[in-house]
């Protein structure tokens, strides 16, 4: 069996937690020790359960509850060393780090793991695709641009986080951000439009892929409906509209996707 939910994504916060019947995991940790325990609970978990946790790359928004998890739970870390480097000052006693490479598929119980790098502006980021019997998931977020190389590795999930993070014309029309702030955004090392994540769905989405959750949403320059418009209506277009299109919220979980 395999369990899937999105605990919370988006621009103020992302983490997810994946159970087989081998092992149980958090992809990311963007919430605080407390949040992610309480949201658990919510499914009848708790950080307790946790064997592993996967971390995309360093920035705060996927990151922040590590350090009090790390010291209450001891709960092993995959990450690549830069990231790993750069978290460590704020553990310094911790010491489980599952070092991968960046491209690389590790083995963890019944999953195989694969990472593979992205565009964006940390040290070393990357997404994932857990490979597991029943089907794959893939987490593709933070980038500024989808390579060839990451289309071609989530194109055999079965379900697929996508990056929404902003909507063009809300983002330029935005009042809060500097324009240096829009720049980092919109650049090659920043993240994907509505319309970009809709270009990308279009050439991912095969008849496989039977749920796409669209991830780490804007809170000012985007909404579900927009992204969710957006995604749809190019696959439309393309005759692509094989999976379910679901949005996700920074506050709130996704319901639970069961694979028997
Ligand atoms: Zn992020
Ligand atoms: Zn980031």
Redesign the pocket.
Known sequence: MLRFTILGSG?SG?CAYLETDHVRLLVDAGFSAKQIDLRLAGIGRSLADVQAIFVTHE?S??VCGLPVIARRHNIPIHCNRLTAEYLHPQMPSFSRWHLFESGATVELADLKVNSFSVPHDAYDPVGFMFHHALGNIGFL??LGYATRLVIERVRQARALVLEANHDLRLLQEDTKRPWAVKQRILSRHGHLSNDAAADVAAEVVTDQMEDLYLG?LSADCNSPRRALDTVSRKLQETGRAFARLHSTAPDKPCDTLAWD
């Open positions: 621009s992302n920035h928004d996927h977020t933070d780490h």
